[in-house]
């Protein structure tokens, strides 16, 4: 005599408090007119790039060189705007090289960027950057041209962030504060994801970053190619990130619970399936990044400095979302079971409580949460989206949810906050590219002393 | 098709299958034998390759000192060993005490670290910030210590059939073997060793291994360092035919060399190495496959990088048909189950 409980109508809460939300959102910014331009090269395999003297100026009749395996060779002169592209054979060692000679007068290449040896393997468009200013600015440092010009394999991450600077001023520290609360309550709804996720059923979600994308992607997909008003999109991409979700239970981990699969072998499966998305991504929308066709323009003074309204509402929203889960965490019967599976499993299921529907509803909001995290990442990197933007802040997530003490969701939630203030206030004294290399530092550093996280119990450390 | 075919054979042998080998073996002792949930292997490979160039290009015992070229690659080598033990005993102590998940957690974190630092722009100057080492900054001493080449002690072998072990190119993928036919036969040895039973003890049974006397935190700190200094070689070898590039540590190469490993078979000698050998054959095969269809026009308009895309979207789908249906390998025994972690 399994004991049902009641029909599941407290999530339907959710999105529609958000549809109320998004009004707002979607009042003060209506969606743009859609020509964002896919921002893909064409060729298979090239070295391109855009050269600029040191003000943003480009170059136009620069003569560029590359050399390679088979006695290959190509060039290319910059066009007007100062692009060129070299297409290139195949995978291999080439070298890149700039014809001083066609520079302006006046102007000088930096000595380190004149001629440079390439490896074409897994990034097949590579791009070069020559730095090019007044003689004798290169001397001591190269300063300018080395901004992403690595591949597209999980490094360059864009960022409003400005570059790094030592001076130090309280307006600035208000900025780095504003902002890095705002990355944080926005990387807590993905990490309490992964939390539940794990609470429940023990897998940890190497996957996560790529439902973080889906959601970003969902949002392009609704608002740009679509052309919808921006609190329908959001409606959307929650529907569509939950059913993604429970896709992830239905199709991948709950025949996996059946195999009695070990929970090793399910983390590894969670890798070969982060693998398969993210390049599956690619395969669709291509390796740049793609704007979205929203107006995120307004912005409000505070005094001494400015922030964008479309991050004061992602911080409403995650505030509002977050309370909804801490509500249906501590109040609801649903969520009580949730915690109750959380603590021990087996004996939550001799209770009466329905552990794999439990489980199904927690990947439904794990989904749900995660893609409204990739909304409003998507406006944290300045309303863009790209194939690996999941991704890159996926050690961030595992850095929150550690932090806080794996399974522990309000945990999860301290972790998030102190991850992004962290990582946004460090670029004060540390270059802006380091800065989630600091946060990678800080979980370590938590691990020595408290390695159960801060608000994790002791046994769960085994 | 079958040129595909062939120029995907070409590879089998060539010296990036040799690296991919020698970190799935490293990675075999970590994860294989010890059942410690390294993923961190990008990371040593990097500290290997970064170490290795940074040492040749700045000290430069060659120029410097007038050393012999092959002490200077020794010592280059030796440098980049030091710091990759470094970065284990890092790695380890705060981690090896706890359970597996955050020993993955910390390692992942630690490589991206890694990489975070070499590619920053302040350290342009000595790691050549996102854009990497030149290789010519690196190579002098690898290929003026070439025996094959013109002069070389071992000129004559080089010869009909093996003319190519002179050019740079086959000193690298012939040094390269050698190395993971040396880190086959120690991995062979030292696991028939009483060290090699006391760690296959641990990853069957922590406490039971504990109760017997043993001090467990050391055989893991002393599994993590030999499978580290192995993943920092296989930097080294990396490097050797290319350029050093921050990105190419990404995480992407730590989870490529973990289905490598798990495709041979993590628990067993051989199957490192067979992995490695059939990931590169495998991957260049479906990318040699994909470009063929994308001639014929199956993708439409899709550029033709997009559509190269799909073989690793099948290196992901292969790692979990592999890991679900076939967790011990193509050479893995059922029995010696590596996945009691």
């Known amino acids: 005599m399994e004991k049902t409980l009641r029909p599941a109508r407290w999530w339907l809460a959710i999105p529609a408090l958000l549809a109320a939300l998004a009004v707002a959102l979607g009042l003060g910014a209506p969606p743009a007119d859609a020509t964002a331009p896919p921002s893909d090269s064409g060729s298979a395999y090239q070295f391109q790039g855009i050269v600029r003297s040191d003000p943003q100026t480009p170059i136009a009749g620069v003569v560029i060189n590359a050399s390679g395996p088979d006695g290959f060779a190509g060039t290319a002169t910059t066009a007007a705007d100062g692009r060129w592209s070299i297409p290139t054979p195949g995978p291999g060692d080439y070298t890149v090289s700039i014809d001083e000679t066609t520079v302006p007068d006046g102007l000088e290449v930096n000595p380190a960027h004149i001629s440079r040896d390439f490896t074409l393997g897994t990034t097949s468009s590579q791009s070069v950057l020559f730095g090019i200013g007044a003689p004798g600015s290169f001397a001591p440092a190269p300063s300018a041209g080395s901004g992403d010009g690595g591949g597209d394999d999980g490094g360059s991450e864009s960022n409003e962030s400005t570059s790094s600077s030592s001076s130090f001023s309280w307006s600035r520290l208000g900025q780095r504060l504003f902002t890095g609360l705002n990355f944080g309550l926005l990387l807590a709804l993905a990490a309490i994801g992964i939390t539940l996720i794990f609470g429940t059923t023990g897998v940890n979600n190497f996957a996560h970053g790529e439902m973080v994308t889906f959601g970003g992607f969902a949002f392009f997909l609704l608002t740009t190619t679509l052309g919808l008003p921006v609190w329908v999109a959001i409606i959307g991409v929650l529907i569509a990130s939950g059913a993604f979700g429970w896709l992830h239970d239905a199709a991948i981990f709950k025949p996996l619970r059946r195999r009695r699969v070990g929970l090793v072998q399910v983390l590894i499966v969670t890798i070969g399936l982060s693998i398969a998305l993210r390049y599956f991504y690619q395969f669709l929308f291509g390796g740049g990044s793609s704007t979205l066709a929203v107006d995120n323009s307004a912005r409000i003074s505070f005094g001494t400095f400015n922030v964008n309204v479309s991050n004061i509402v992602s911080m409403v929203v995650s505030v509002v979302i977050l309370g909804a889960v801490a509500y249906f965490l501590t109040r609801t019967r649903i969520g009580k079971a949730t915690r109750a599976v959380s603590d021990n499993a087996g004996l939550a299921a001799a209770s009466g409580i329905n552990v794999d529907r439990v489980i199904r509803i927690v990947w439904v909001i794990a989904g749900m949460l995660t893609g409204l995290s990739g909304v409003l990442y998507a406006y944290f990197i300045g309303a863009s989206v790209r194939w690996d933007m999941g991704f890159l802040i996926l050690l961030l997530l595992f850095a929150s949810v550690t932090l806080g003490g794996l399974g522990s969701a309000f945990g999860a939630l301290v972790g998030a906050l102190i991850i992004g203030i962290v990582t946004e206030v460090s670029t004060l004294w540390l270059p802006s590219d380091l800065r989630f290399a600091v946060a990678l530092v800080i979980l370590i550093l938590v691990l020595l002393v408290r390695p159960q996280g801060v608000l994790g119990r002791k046994e769960r450390i085994g | ?341």
């Open chain 2, 1 to 341: 098709m079958l040129d595909v075919l062939l120029g995907s054979l070409g590879n089998l042998i060539s010296a990036e299958s040799a690296a991919y080998a020698l970190a799935a073996i490293g990675l075999g002792i970590h994860f294989g034998y010890a059942g410690l949930l390294n993923f961190g292997q990008a990371g040593f490979m990097a500290i290997g390759a970064y170490g290795f160039a940074i040492f040749t290009r700045f000290v430069d015992p060659t120029t410097q000192f007038g050393w012999p070229s092959w002490l200077s690659l020794i010592a280059a080598i030796l440098f980049a060993v030091v710091c990759s033990v470094i970065f284990a005993l890092i790695l380890g102590i705060p981690t090896l005490r706890l359970r597996g998940d955050y020993l993955a957690i910390v390692t992942i974190a630690s490589a991206e670290i890694v990489r975070f630092v070499a590619r920053t722009q302040d350290l342009t100057e000595v790691t050549g910030g996102s854009q990497g080492i030149r290789g010519t900054d690196y190579k002098g001493d690898i290929n003026a210590s070439n025996p094959f080449a013109d002069g070389g002690w071992l000129h004559w072998v080089a010869s009909g059939p093996l003319e190519s072990l002179s050019s740079n190119n086959g000193w690298y993928t012939f040094l390269s073997w050698v190395l993971v036919i040396v880190a086959v036969v120690l991995v062979w040895g030292l696991m028939r060793s009483p060290w090699g039973r006391v760690i296959k003890g641990i990853r069957e049974d922590e406490d039971a291994v504990r109760s017997l006397g043993k001090n467990v935190y050391s055989y893991k700190m002393q599994a993590l360092v030999l499978g580290g200094v192995m993943g920092a070689i296989a930097g080294i070898l990396f490097i050797f035919p290319r350029a050093v590039q921050p990105d190419s540590f990404a995480t992407t190469l730590t989870f490529n060399v973990w289905t490598a490993l798990l495709l041979g078979g993590a628990a067993t000698v051989l199957g490192p190495v067979l992995g490695g050998v059939l990931f590169w054959f495998l991957l260049s095969f479906v990318r040699g496959l994909i470009a063929e269809l994308h001639g014929l026009g199956i993708f439409g308009t899709m550029s033709a990088s997009q559509a190269g895309q799909l073989a690793f979207v099948a290196v992901g789908v292969a790692l979990v048909v592999l890991v679900v249906f076939r967790p011990q390998g193509i050479m893995g025994n059922k029995k010696e189950l590596s996945f009691h972690v």
